[in-house]
C-alpha cells in the first residue's frame, strides 16, 4: 500500500517538474478542421479567456438559429487576422475539409446566416451522426484591430422532451 501512495506521488513530482503536457482527447475533429480552414500564423486561436461574451452569443445564436433542436457540446474559436475578408474561402477550406476527409454532408445548401453571422452545418456518420457547424461574424470584433471571430462547434440533437 505505502508503495502504490509512493509511486503516485513520484509520477505527480515527474510531471510538475517536467511540465507534462494534458493528453488532448481523442476527438480532434475540431482542432483539424480549424488548422485546415484558419491556420495560424495569420489566424490565431483564441484563448479561453478572451472575447469570452462573443464567444457566448455565437454559441447562444448558432442553438437558437437551429431552433433548440441540437446543442453544442465542444467549441473551438479562432480571430481572423487582421482586415481579413477572406469568409468564403475559410468557408470553402471548412466545407472542403469536412466533405473530403470527414465525408459529412451539408444539412443546407448554402449559408445559413443573417445580420451577424454566417454558418455551415454538416452531418457526419450514419447510425449515430455526429454534427459539426463553422461559424463566423459577419463584422470584426470591437477592440480587436478588425479581427472576425470564428467558430467550430461539435452539435448533438436535443433531448426530446
Given amino acids: 500500500m505505502k508503495f502504490r501512495a509512493l509511486a503516485a506521488l513520484l509520477v505527480l513530482v515527474c510531471c510538475a517538474l517536467t511540465s507534462c503536457r494534458t493528453i488532448e482527447p481523442a476527438n ?16 490565431s486561436l483564441s484563448p479561453e479567456h478572451d472575447q469570452q461574451r462573443a464567444k457566448a ?60 453571422y454566417m454558418m455551415f452545418l454538416w452531418k457526419l456518420g450514419g447510425d449515430s451522426p455526429r454534427y459539426v457547424a463553422f461559424v463566423m461574424t459577419n463584422d470584426f470584433l470591437p477592440d480587436t484591430r478588425e479581427r472576425g471571430l470564428v467558430g467550430y462547434f461539435e452539435l448533438v440533437p436535443s433531448a426530446k422532451h
Fill in 57 to 116: 452569443a455565437m454559441v447562444q445564436w448558432v442553438e437558437q438559429y437551429l431552433k433548440h433542436e441540437y446543442r453544442v457540446i465542444d467549441q473551438r474559436f479562432v480571430l481572423t487576422a487582421p482586415g481579413s475578408t477572406d469568409s468564403a474561402a475559410i468557408g470553402s477550406k471548412a466545407h472542403q475539409y469536412v466533405t473530403q476527409n470527414l465525408g459529412g454532408a451539408m444539412q443546407a445548401d448554402g449559408w445559413l446566416d443573417d445580420d451577424n
Fill in 28 to 43: 480532434s475533429t475540431l482542432k483539424d478542421l480549424q488548422q485546415w480552414a484558419t491556420p495560424e500564423p495569420f489566424d
